[in-house]
């Protein structure tokens, strides 16, 4: 069970420095404008690393060839579930010009559903 929270927790943080990566430029327009676009690629690398820094760790803790409690099936679903709620997140505390509607909360139910059928033996 420590091996599943571990992972899951890792992923999270994982996910919250890949967030800021991809769309931290679009969140932060008004702060990073005057950069050009070669450094705001070095800028999300550079956040991207810590990125890494957490996915890694958490793919090996929680994989079955580690001994972890997770197939790479399971792993990828979790991981891409994680990503879409931490997006979710940001997209509502930083991204002023976007909402939440009833199509996304509807798609994150196939998403829920594509778990419960990933975890199903």
Not at 31 to 39: A, N
Not at 67 to 87: H, N, R
Request: aromatic letters at 16%.
């Amino acid at each position: 069970m420590t091996r599943a929270i571990t992972t899951i927790l890792l992923l999270i943080c994982s996910n919250a420095f890949m967030t800021l990566a991809w769309y931290g430029q679009i969140a932060f327009k008004s702060r990073i404008q005057r950069l050009g676009l070669v450094s705001i690629i070095l800028l999300s690398w550079g956040i991207a690393l810590f990125e890494y820094c957490f996915q890694i760790p958490a793919n090996r803790i929680g994989s079955n060839q580690y001994a972890g409690p997770f197939s790479i099936w399971e792993l990828k679903v979790i991981q891409e579930v994680i990503s879409l709620l931490v997006f979710t997140v940001f997209a509502v505390v930083f991204m002023k010009s976007d909402t939440l509607r009833w199509n996304h909360l509807a798609g994150f139910v196939c998403l829920i559903l594509a778990v419960y059928f990933i975890f199903k033996k």
